[in-house]
């Protein structure tokens, strides 16, 4: 039953002319209504939070006696299925610092649902951030302004003159410092109120990674180097753990991202059995990729990083708070920074039978294992 609804204060309310009027000026969720004798636009001028049921319905009947307190709920039904009603939620409240992400957040809520639970939530949560590198260093900027209740940030690099293109965390006056240190100043002038962390650390190991996720909710891991080993050392630490986990890497001109949700997706090393039975080529790449250790100069655009970044932070977001359909749980997400467009690569499934990682299977049944620690 609505308490005080109101039409979303993120849309404009207003009139094409006597018998047509819209809500919302935006391609693709603006809702037109045709009005012939002005009693949904009545109605939508009352639907401003300040009202209860009982009074919109007799200032409706004022104007339209024959008007039943069915026939204006059925009304301010049609705006509630059209997402564009929710409730003025009073005593409900965040950080004015946040207010811009609740009214965002409003957009994919209703009378039923609670835009403040989606912050709220953001607020409660505990991060992991692996990586202050490319990637890293802008995730924890965006995390920073999303206000997480604390960020454990972990590197053992410095600043270096070539990260100052794409890494804009940090200040010319950081170089030389080391990362975390820089990135920790950093992070407290921009949220006060986020508990920053920070871990001076190379990871190496499983056990590394495991270390540091005592009270911690979700991991991010943003390092990319050494290629795959790294991804597949920390799947193996947050599927022990249980931790979802959010992975993401930028290649020449695109991006990439995907989830681990131990028990409910694929983990990485599914991934690696997905492409060992599907794709006759996929190990002797491997190989060949393996055999030329290939280190590669820097290859980055700031613009294109930032829009991986974004897209992990966003991605984060989505599957702790539900507040939209996550894009990479079971899947990889790719942004190509050329065209401006976004794609999800086939969907993996979980191989419980089959993997040694998430599942009971034997590592030594499969080739593409043996080469992630030795080249041949």
């Not at 692996?130 to 454990?152: E, F, H, Q, V, Y």
């Not at 990362?179 to 650390?201: C, P």
């Not at 976004?342 to 998430?358: K, Q, V």
């Amino acid at each position: 039953m609505y308490i005080l609804p109101r039409i979303k204060p993120i849309y404009p309310l207003y009139q094409l002319n006597s018998k047509v009027f819209r809500i919302g000026a935006q391609l693709g969720i603006t809702t037109e209504i045709e009005d012939d004798a002005g009693e949904y636009w009545k109605l939508a001028t009352l639907l401003t939070g300040d009202h209860s049921i009982d009074e919109i319905t007799h200032e409706m009947r004022n104007d339209y006696p024959y008007l039943t307190k069915e026939d204006i709920i059925e009304g301010i039904d049609l705006f509630n299925n059209e997402g564009v009603l929710e409730e003025n939620l009073s005593g409900e409240e965040v950080a004015e610092r946040y207010a811009p992400n609740v009214n965002y957040f409003s957009r994919f809520t209703n009378t039923d649902q609670n835009r403040f639970t989606i912050q709220k939530k953001i607020n409660e949560t505990k991060i992991l951030l692996l990586g202050l590198g490319g990637g890293g260093s802008n995730i924890a900027t965006l995390l920073a302004g999303l206000g997480p209740k604390k960020m454990r940030i972990v590197d053992y690099d410095k600043v270096e003159e070539s990260n100052l293109g794409r890494q804009f965390l940090y200040k010319e006056s950081d170089i030389g410092k080391k990362k975390v240190d820089a990135a920790e100043e950093a992070l407290r002038g921009m949220n006060s109120q986020v508990v920053i962390e920070k871990v001076d650390k190379k990871i190496s190991s499983k056990e590394d990674v495991i270390d540091l996720t005592e009270d911690i909710d979700i991991v991010v891991c943003a390092i990319d180097e050494p290629p795959f080993v790294i991804h597949r050392i920390v799947n193996e630490a947050v599927v022990e753990k249980n931790l979802t986990c959010v992975f993401g890497a930028s290649q020449v001109s695109r991006g990439r991202v995907f989830t681990v949700i131990p028990g409910k997706t694929g983990c990485f090393d599914c991934l690696n059995l997905k492409y060992s039975k599907n794709d006759p080529q996929f190990l002797e790449q491997f190989i060949g990729f393996r055999n030329i250790n290939f280190d590669p100069p820097s290859i980055a655009y700031g613009p294109g990083i930032f829009q991986t970044s974004a897209a992990i932070v966003d991605e984060l977001i989505r599957v702790i708070t539900g507040y939209s359909q996550p894009r990479s749980i079971g899947t990889q997400y790719e942004i190509n920074y050329e065209e401006g467009t976004s794609f999800c690569h086939p969907s993996w499934e979980r191989l419980e039978e089959e993997c040694p990682t998430c599942g009971h299977g034997n590592q030594e049944d499969w080739d593409i294992f043996k080469y992630y620690t030795r080249k041949e």
